[in-house]
């Protein structure tokens, strides 16, 4: 199959007036065509900053301090900011979490389309209309001429979220990043938006790369799941592998702490819980790389470790520096 | 079963919005059950955090009562309230929003005895460290602002400030909808150390199924203002009857890759009348808004069950 997105030791860096901080570090990662890859982790793991870095739209304190994002062979970090704008959209589109202010609410939904294609050219201008036309169809509309009349404040968050998702899919992307697409939707809503994205997939052969907090559409839509802790993968399987093993225990702790309905737990185990029990990593388990004791510091370099087949685990070595302070 | 707390009867609520009026709720009817967990689950605009609301009243119901304890709260003015607002509280999604961010910790969580009027200053003192330590917070905490808390932290003072004046019920409105899902745990797993603790009742406000389940005994199930189905958590979740429960059943992610393709048929859900239901008991203290013929299935499925077994 043919790799669509490879990232290679990916390290984003954001600095303040006082200092520079590491928001991700030694992410690697591949997205095969046809394929989703969903990207889990809690606020502040890295996940968004990973999603943001691979499209060029780091926030003005964030850089890309280290790595590669091949995207079909092209290295996407050292194109210039016109560069990419082809790319954007038309190779590789984004859906986010907040439709609304994802679209222009002063500019009817059939215009922003239209606009869309325009921009990259992909229709004669007479067409395009229809065109507009036939993707809000696709994305479940039942009168697709009314809602390419109406302003995004005119319809509801699951119908603003279908009408983003027709903006993202319209110049055939090969690629779409979706960062928490649903979060913001009810339940009824989100299955029909993700089985809605799952069917193109299947169709187009488009690959996806999920964002999400959520283990639940991670079993039901992922093929494999990288999990994300304070910047960095802490374990990587496909999605069958990673539910019947676990092995990191910030993974299990995750999987743990959500409350299932099959579940007769009277009490949820929580993350910290895990650290706890799994005290056995000599409590090492969520420490960080450098750490303090009795005025001695100790450095623990940590490694993605293959514990069966494509199965990754992170680890800290058993290699240790110890430097005197 | 204990005895009833809350019984609401034909509850609505409206808002006008110019000429128009909006019926956020019609005609609810349920009972809560002293040291029981109500589960009220809806999707946006279903009216679920208006029905909370309504219930504390802090917003006056158009039609219906809320009789708490056997008086009347829904005709009651502010200052007749006054007295009883110390045995019900609500803890919100947004602590950030409900708890000012002047205050200290300390302030906010001794704010409501001192409207109340309650104990001396040294007593009151006393036992706000008392409630930072129920919820698991250092003494510390008390001379801090609200902004220097985690969003779970900002929650748990949240939950002592609504504890502090020892309530008989507490309304929980989206408590955990803000947070990521391992401080989630822990705040689930806090209120319900809690609820065992002081005994106390809770209506448990979510959208989220698989955290009303976990969380509560019995779960009513509210669409566009109306009640549908009300029933103990295990008979509503394994015998859903009224088609809106079935398809919100069916649309929780199943949290296990090998149960993929093994969806329910997808089920059409009628539009919805536009007058509140009469909910029809069908035993096992299953309420329900349904036709004859959804009835007669659901009593047809049992007895097969019941003759397999």
Redesign the interface.
Known sequence: MVTMLDVKNLKVMFHSKQAEMVAVDEVSFSVRAGETVALIG??GSGKSVTSQAIMGLLPDNGRIAGGEVSFLNQNLVKLSEKEMRRIRGMKISMIFQDATVSLNPTMKIGKQIVEGLHYHQLFPKKESKGEALRLLSIVGFENPSDIYHQYPGELS?GMKQRALIAMAISCEPQLVIADEPTTAL??????QILDLMDDYKRRTETSILLIT?????V??YADRVLVMYEGKIVEAAD??TL?RNPVHPYTK?????????EDPR???????DMAVQEGTFEGRVFAPEVFSKDGVTYHAPSALIEVEKGHFVRFFTNKMEVSRT | MNKKLVEIRNLSTQFKKGANIHKAIEGITFDVYEGESLGIVGESGSGKTTLGRTILRLLTPFHGTIQFDGIDLSSMDAKQLRVWRKDFQMIFQNPYESLSPRLKVGEIIEEPMVIQKMLTPKERTNKVYEMLENVGLPKSAYQKTIHEFSGGQRQRVAIARALVMNPRLVIADEPVSALDVSVQAQILNLLKELQTEFNLTYIFISHDLSVVHHMSDRVGVLNKGHMLEIAAKNEIYQNPIHPYTKSLLASIPKVNPMMRGLEAEPVEVPPQPPYPPHLIDIGNDHYVAADVIEIQNYRMNKQVHKSES
Do not use: A, C, Y
């Open positions: 809690e606020s968050g009810d339940v009824t809503i989100q299955k907090h959520d283990f639940g559409l079993s039901e999605v069958f539910f702790g995750l999987m743990n702490s959500i409350p299932r309905i009277v009490m949820l185990q929580t993350v910290r």
